[in-house]
């Protein structure tokens, strides 16, 4: 019928999903029951990054090639913030380093050892820095290797040399409200944030000064991504 008026069929129509099997899943992580606008989890090419239950603000780091039961006897956990972790982001330049921040308002930098966690890591490699109250999501720069951005519950957003452990700039009393989210462009030269106000701004990256605001971007009561 549908040849009859020129339209085209889907070789898709009739596909249908099937469930993965248990031996091809990650099992019993005990997540974490904290509520943000973050990820909730991170990955690159050779590891995943989850926060867990627990005193303090354990996160695990698992192969994300090879699916396993996740029990408190068989993975291994980072725990060296002194409140639940909000976020993290991998270097995109080096798989083995991961970046924390935490509802205790630090961001820790962590080394992973070659092969992935066999015991758990209570101390960072180092501490990056801090914002005055929360620190809600943490970015690496797309092309800069060692520029980390990170927005706060203050209504700031930080930019910073992780390997010198130092701020470079920080986008201070231009956010109203909370900052719900944020995204580099392809070439890191600007970030563009989304307002709880409803509002979109970019960021120059360097002056950290806004250079374009886009107002009520979208009208719905959820947070802008």
Known sequence: MASLFGTKVSKFRNVIGTDPKAPECWTELRLSPITTESTYIKCNGTYFAVALQGGGGPFTIVSATTPMRCDDKSIFTCNAHTGPVIDFDFNPFNDSQIVSCSEDCSIKLWEIPEGGLTANLDAAKADIGHHDRKVTSVHFHPTAE?????????NSVKLWDVNAC??????ADQHPDIIQDVAWDWCGNNYATSCKDRGIRVVDARSATVTTTIENAHTGAKAIK
């Open 146 to 154: 060692g520029v980390l951005l990170s927005t706060g519950m203050e």
């Open 166 to 171: 130092k701020e470079l700039n920080v986008c």
